[in-house]
């Protein structure tokens, strides 16, 4: 009873009273362009005015929802009276959204409640170059209370990225952001402020000015820790008249924007099984036998299913460049199961396997791979896409990472092996001479079968931009494969020594 009793009066004691702000008109925002809203928390007409900031915690989230929005932030120093959420709506996410703010009062545990409501609409120039940089010496707070959002576009759109073929409104700044939002790191001085990224856009290309300003900066890019202290660069006396000399422009990317929109995606038309539950290798067994014993007309479908699996678990047995490839994976740290990772499907007439990301599964065509050798050389070339998906952040998305996946496949595997000769991309008297055509071809190939549209002429120079850089990376084999040769067998052998196996 006394317990009760003491529940009843601590209740009483939360009160909570829920306010809204008069009808207003929802701030305006548009897709792909960064936006911020300062919120005052002594601001007139919220009901805490004048109780110390530092008793105050604000919660802001979607309303309806537990938090906000992916592509939103909030920011506050502690013990500031101002805090800011902001963000950058995506592409084609536009429509009205409502952020609710609770307001907590630390000392009485009294609430308040706000709406902001905004209104997102598509912006009509969607840039498709981008630079990156960073600002020191600052943070969120710094960057937007100094109207340095402004400042920064005005420059890069009537100094940097001056042109006589867009107007100034094309260009804008694309993303304000932390740097533990893109991969940063917290600075070890708790002192220090942790330093904004920003990233300014153009549906034009970059000004010779910019690319000038990349070179300059461009030895300290891979610097970790970056330097904080460096020489001007020619372009100082811009930000100096803005008064935005004390911040140091350490780092500056140029990015050629690829827009996923541009190509259709055909992978569902080449893989249609991909929309149907992958099923187990003993499920597909007790499939087989009902629709023998049943008379059902998918039998010779399960039959060249369960045979192409059979040729898979030979390969993973047997195959010496299958199992390296499995050895150098596991190394780091992407075990492969072969009834997780690797299924035997139907596919369409232009691909003989492929690589699910979303899924992280190979797909080996059964209705298009006939023997054990063509099994070994379709599992060895898509192992190579999951070895790069595994140790880097490949986007398949992104064309150049794409292409420069599959050059190292057709490289490393393709070229080398009987698979090259099936599609005439190669023959014993272009094994050296024409090795690099060869894997040219196959890789122009790959992305055409999967980007449906695209002209040949664009494919190539995506090809031919990052080919060299590709060519030459021989991970994890350590050389090409030469066709019937001890080469594979010499690389397996030598897997100890780049630690993918224990040597037995």
Not at 33 to 44: H, V
Not at 64 to 76: K, S, T, V
Not at 125 to 138: L, N, R, S
Not at 402 to 421: K, P, W, Y
Request: proline fraction near 4%; charge should be neutral; include cysteine.
């Amino acid at each position: 009873m006394v317990l009760g009793q003491s529940l009843i009066v601590i209740l009483t004691a939360l009160t909570v009273s829920i306010c809204s702000d008069p009808d207003v008109d929802p701030q305006i925002l548009y897709t792909t362009e960064a936006f911020y809203t300062p919120l005052l928390l002594n601001r007139t007409g919220w009901s805490f005015g004048g109780v110390p900031v530092t008793q105050l915690e604000v919660m802001p989230s979607l309303s309806g929802h537990a938090d906000l929005l992916n592509w939103m932030f909030y920011f506050r120093r502690p013990n500031s009276p101002i805090g800011f959420i902001y963000g950058t709506p995506p592409l084609n996410d536009d429509g009205d959204i409502d952020i609710d703010l609770v307001i907590l009062n630390r000392v009485t545990f009294n609430t308040t409640s706000y709406r902001l409501k905004y209104r997102i609409l598509n912006r009509d120039e969607i840039y498709k170059f981008q630079v990156e940089m960073k600002f020191f010496d600052m943070d969120i707070e710094d960057f937007f209370n100094g109207g340095m959002l402004t400042t920064v576009q005005d420059i890069f759109a009537n100094r940097l990225w001056q042109s006589d073929d867009h107007n100034s409104n094309s260009v804008y700044v694309t993303q304000v952001a932390r740097p533990i939002h893109v991969g940063g790191r917290f600075p070890l001085d708790p002192s220090e402020k942790e330093c904004v990224v920003i990233r300014v856009g153009c549906n034009h290309n970059f000004t010779q000015q910019l690319y000038r300003l990349e070179s300059e900066v461009r030895q300290i890019k891979n610097r970790d820790p970056c330097p904080k202290h460096y020489k001007a660069t020619t372009v100082e006396y811009v930000f100096r008249e803005r008064k935005l000399h004390r911040e140091v422009i350490l780092l500056l990317w140029l990015h050629q924007i690829i827009i996923k929109v541009i190509y259709e995606d055909i992978s569902d038309q080449l893989y249609p099984d991909r929309n149907r539950k992958s099923a187990s290798s003993s499920e597909e067994q007790s499939s087989f036998w009902y629709d023998l014993l049943t008379g059902n007309k998918n039998t010779a479908e399960n039959f060249v299913r369960i045979r192409c699996r059979y040729k898979v678990e030979k390969a993973l047995n047997e195959s010496p460049l299958v199992k390296l490839l499995v050895s150098a994976l596991r190394s780091k740290g992407c075990e492969i199961d072969m009834n997780r990772h690797i299924c035997c499907e139907n596919c369409g007439e232009q691909v003989t396997g492929g690589y699910d990301t979303t899924r992280n599964q190979i797909v080996v065509c059964h209705n298009r791979v006939y023997t054990k050798e063509m099994t070994a050389a379709v599992i060895g070339h898509e192992l190579i896409h999951m070895f790069d998906y595994c140790r880097a952040k490949l986007d398949f998305n992104n064309l150049d990472h794409i292409a420069c996946s599959e050059i190292r496949a057709a490289n490393l595997v393709h070229c080398s092996m009987t698979s090259s000769f099936f599609s005439g991309t190669t023959g014993f008297n272009k094994i050296g001479a024409s090795h690099r055509e060869c894997v040219k071809a196959k890789a122009l190939s790959s992305i055409l079968a999967v980007r449906k549209g695209m002209p040949i002429e664009q494919a190539a120079q995506v090809v031919d931009r990052v080919f060299d850089r590709c060519y030459n990376d021989l991970e994890p084999i350590g050389r090409r494969i030469r066709l019937n040769s001890r080469h594979i067998k010499w690389a397996y052998r030598e897997r100890f020594l780049y630690d993918y196996d224990s040597f037995t």
